[in-house]
Structures are given as C-alpha cells and as structure tokens.
C-alpha cells in the first residue's frame, strides 16, 4: 500500500475513533476492563498511536501510563508491582507506554538487570498476564516495527525540532549502536511470552499514519461488537434573555514580586 494522504488518514482516524468512542462506552456499560500495551524500538511511534486511541475518550475513563525509571525503594519491590497500582477499574482503559517488558528490552540490552532476572521475568510473565486475563481484564500487546534507516531518520527530526528535543536521552544515543541487541532481545521475549491468553501482534510502523490505523482497526476488531446506546443529555429552553460576562481590566501582578 502507498503513502496514505493527509485527509485519507484523518477521515480513516475519525471514523475509528467514533467506534472507539463507542467501545468506551460499552465498557463503561459492562464495567469491563482493557489495558492495551505499546512496545517497540525508540521513535517507532508508540506516542502518536496512544493519541489516536486517546484523543477523543474520556480522560477519566481512559488513562496513559507512562513511568519514569523505577525509584530506590521501587527496584527492592516485586517486579511487577510497580505496574499493578495503574491497571484499569471497572469500565477503565489504561494504556501503557512501555510497559513491564522494559525488563526484557532496555534494561537486558542496556545491562540495567542481570541475567537471572530476565530468565526470571521471562518465566513470570506470562503467569503475570495469565492471572490478569482470568480477573477479567481485556489484554492486548503491541510491538511497533521501525527499520533501522527510518529509526535514524527519526532521530535526525527530533535533534532538529526544538519541539520534539525532549523526547531524546543518552540512552536513546547509546541504543543507536545496539539495533542487533535490541532485535535479539525482543526475538526472545516473543518467543518467552506470546501466548495463547495473551499473544501479541507486530505492526509495521515504518509509516506511522498507516501504523496507527492499522493498529487501531486490529484493537476494534478483536473487540466485542456490542453497541451501547448514547445517552444525549437533553437541554431544555433558555429561560428568560441570554446573561452576559461581565469583565474589566485587572492591574497586572508580576509573579516576582515579594
């Protein structure tokens, strides 16, 4: 497929997203729970897909978990426990940018753990998932696929876009030189931990735009086609002559002022 065009993509996306607006509200309805994971190389686009999902749900409801490196008092907890204060409540999304796979990639390629706690994580994974599942919790597992000439095409925009500066870090630096690790890393964590309770899909997100429709559609699809009526709040006539604001001129404070 070529390069799709920018209203092609946005008329695709929006249409998406009203039955994503719809999926929301059956979990809502059921009190079902969902957590979708995005994983992927560095610049593979795992930010503008949570976006698209996210962009016209409910905060409340649907929630981006995105964590910081674990604190002191963190890496002497169970692994896992970190990642479970931010799972969904009933009829909650949560979706998560980079997820407890962080073990078996950066952190096992970066030589951030050791080698029994791979083997041991790779082990309680999928026990880890299995347990979710059987609560009910609606699992999806997502790896973006980035060529390495697209990833350092990536990389040069970020470097140029003062906007975009932030999203760059030593490791990023550091992992440009370990795109082999990284592929041997993740072919190892597909073999450990795609099961059938909890499989996992590769997207190719060397286009981002069709990335991001391609994995959209997958999540609707493989969800329950059960459409919950919209509750349209009715707003009666306006009693009365329309107010209006009233407003002035204030005296500028200067915050730095004592």
């Known amino acids: ?3 799709i065009k920018g209203k092609e993509y946005k008329a695709a996306l929006e249409s998406m997203q009203v039955e994503l607006a719809q999926m ?4 809502s309805d059921t009190g079902r729970r969902l957590v979708v994971l995005f994983e992927g190389r560095d610049t593979a686009g795992k930010g503008g897909a949570i976006e698209a999902i996210a962009e016209h749900l409910n905060p409340r409801q649907c929630r981006v978990v995105a964590l910081p490196k674990p604190s002191e008092r963190e890496q002497g907890q169970w692994y896992f426990q970190r990642y479970v204060p931010h799972l969904p409540a009933a009829g909650e999304i949560a ?3 980079r ?7 950066v952190e096992k390629v970066m030589d951030f753990t050791d080698k029994k706690q791979v083997e041991a994580f790779l082990r309680q994974a ?6 979710l599942v059987d609560d009910g919790i609606v699992l999806f597992k997502y790896w973006l696929c980035c060529d390495q000439d697209e990833q350092e095409q ?10 975009k500066r932030w999203k760059l ?6 992992s440009r030189e370990r795109y082999d690790d990284y592929t041997r890393a993740r072919e190892a964590m597909l073999k450990a931990t795609h099961t059938k309770h909890a499989p996992w899909t590769l997207v190719d997100f060397n286009d981002q735009k069709l990335g991001r429709l391609t994995l959209v559609r997958d999540l609707l699809d493989r969800m329950p ?6 509750h349209c709040v009715e707003f009666p006539p306006l009693q009365g002559k329309p107010k209006k604001e009233h407003y002035g001129v204030l005296e500028p404070i200067s915050p730095f002022e004592p």
């Open 1 to 3: 497929m070529g390069e």
């Open 24 to 27: 929301a509200r059956w979990l």
């Open 95 to 97: 979706l998560f940018d």
């Open 99 to 105: 997820s407890w796979y962080n073990r078996a990639g």
């Open 126 to 131: 999928p026990v880890f998932e299995q347990l």
């Open 154 to 163: 990536r990389f040069a925009e970020r470097r140029e876009d003062p906007l």
């Open 169 to 174: 870090s030593p490791i990023d630096a550091a």
């Open 225 to 230: 086609d059960k459409k919950v009526p919209e």
